[in-house]
């Protein structure tokens, strides 16, 4: 993850891919994706999860590297971040 500057194993990133996947299906159910004002709160919030994710790392001294079983406990404490949690 360049934008951060945190290395994420194989599984991280596919986990995020999911994330994001699922985030878009979630967009689409909702009839938002051609709204200009969820699109940009959505790419915000990507921002903030990716944070999250870097903000853990550094938490736990691991930083800027963050290994699966830190990326797991990270997500199932993050706080809502529509549409990706």
């Known amino acids: 993850m360049e934008l951060i500057d945190l290395y994420l194993s194989s599984y991280c990133l596919s986990q995020i891919e999911k994330i994001i996947d699922h985030a878009i299906e979630r967009m689409v159910i909702e009839s938002v994706?051609?709204?200009?004002?969820?699109?940009?709160?959505a790419e915000e919030n990507l921002k903030h999860l990716l944070?999250?994710?870097?903000?853990?790392?550094?938490?736990?001294?691991t930083y800027p590297f963050l290994d699966d079983n830190a990326?797991?406990?990270?997500?199932?404490?993050?706080?809502?971040?529509?549409p990706y949690c």
Request: charged share 30%.
């Open 33 to 41: 994706t051609e709204r200009a004002d969820k699109i940009i709160v």
């Open 71 to 82: 990326f797991d406990t990270a997500l199932a404490g993050c706080y809502p971040l529509w």
């Open 51 to 61: 944070e999250y994710f870097r903000d853990h790392a550094k938490s736990l001294g």
